[in-house]
């Protein structure tokens, strides 16, 4: 799991006034680089998007992810219902929270999510044991990071053109489809 963050051009952002405006159900939110929007995107161990979401740049990524793993849907070779529980999660420090570990727990997905330092400090303060990260599974996470790139060569998505957000999901779905395509 990863966001991505690109920002909106002029014709997203739109004319209006400029201090305290807020777009609602646009998903443009402010945040370090300016007006941006995030994608928030689960993919497999090759490289292939299975699901994302559209939100704001201000938007925290530990919000997404419960909404993300709900959209995953692999479908079967023969007949039967598609799967929708990965094996294992690897996510960044982003990911990391409580309620997250307790969702993939609850639904046995293994997570290879490192904890944030002051998760750590926390932890040795209150004499708890640390989590075990399994590291080889961490290191093959740049996997979506080369997703990533392979999103980021659409222009349209690396910079924000479209002013309304269903049609900015819709160049996101279709760039996640081509890279299906062999």
Not at 49 to 62: H, I, R, S
Not at 101 to 114: D, F
Request: with cysteine; charged share 30%; glycine share 10%.
């Amino acid at each position: 799991m990863r966001r991505f963050h690109d920002r909106a051009g002029p014709p997203a952002r739109g004319r209006g006034p400029k201090r305290g405006q807020s777009w609602p159900g646009e998903a443009i939110g402010r945040s370090r680089g300016g007006l941006t929007t995030k994608i928030h995107l689960a993919c497999d161990g090759q490289g292939r998007p299975l699901a994302f979401t559209v939100t704001a740049g201000n938007v925290n990524d530990c919000t997404q992810f419960e909404q993300v793993m709900a959209r995953i849907r692999v479908g079967r070779r023969g007949p039967g219902r598609p799967r929708t529980r990965p094996a294992q999660v690897a996510a960044d420090k982003g990911y990391s929270s409580t309620k997250i570990r307790a969702y993939l727990r609850r639904r046995g997905i293994k997570a290879a999510i490192p904890e944030r330092i002051d998760q750590i400090n926390g932890r040795i303060r209150r004499g708890e044991s640390l989590c075990r990260l399994d590291r080889a599974a961490y290191r093959r996470r740049n996997v979506v990071e080369r997703c990533f790139n392979k999103l980021k060569h659409n222009k349209a998505l690396a910079t924000r053109y479209d002013k309304r957000a269903r049609h900015y999901q819709a160049m996101v779905t279709i760039a996640c489809l081509r890279l299906w395509l062999p």
